[in-house]
């Protein structure tokens, strides 16, 4: 999710200005992702160049602008709720080639790096499930999400140990660098 269409989902609640943005925001995804104020405020200066929001007056004394969203920052968050988010455009997984790369290192004991990382999987369910009691509907649904990615981790982890103790890696063949690729 880019902060962008956070601001903008929340701006469709009505007119708020920066740091108030960023308090809602980190409530509804649960403080997964912290936000500081000063993206917050870049943000929304791309929004108002992109007329995407607008200035609702001028700056209170304290200096705090409050802005509102435009029928085009309307129309971009209704297309952005209405296109499903693409597996393939997401960036690539760490711990997939963690483990990859572990499998293909002799020196290191790849059952021992999907062990620490179950550990971490089952910790980060105990954190979320915590989470979850906070009452608030969206951090809620932020925690369950995360239980299930979670729990789907360990699901992979464990499907990698069965398939490492039923067929130990071998080192990897060295590539014949000489080859020539002219022929």
């Not at 701006?11 to 936000?35: I, N």
């Not at 699901?155 to 103790?165: A, K, M, N, S, T």
Request: aromatic share 6%; with cysteine.
């Amino acid at each position: 999710m880019s902060i962008r269409n956070g601001l903008l989902a929340l701006l469709e609640g009505g007119p708020k200005y920066g740091y108030q943005l960023r308090v809602e925001f980190e409530a509804a995804t649960g403080a997964t992702w912290p936000l500081n104020v000063g993206q917050v405020y870049t943000t929304l200066n791309r929004l108002d160049r992109d007329g995407l929001v607008e200035p609702v007056g001028t700056a209170d004394e304290s200096g705090k602008v409050v802005y509102r969203i435009t029928e085009a920052g309307r129309a971009e968050l209704a297309a952005w709720f209405d296109e499903p988010i693409e597996h393939d455009a997401r960036p690539r997984d760490e711990l997939v080639i963690k483990v990859a790369m572990a499998v293909a290192t002799p020196t290191v004991d790849a059952l021992a790096v999907i062990d620490a990382q179950r550990t971490a999987a089952h910790r980060a369910i105990r954190a979320a499930t915590r989470r979850k009691a906070s009452g608030d509907l969206a951090a809620e649904l932020v925690a369950e999400a995360a239980i299930f990615a979670a729990e789907a981790e360990i699901r992979w982890l464990d499907h990698c140990e069965q398939v490492l103790l039923t067929r130990p890696p071998t080192p990897p063949a060295n590539p014949d660098l000489t080859r020539s690729v002219t022929s």
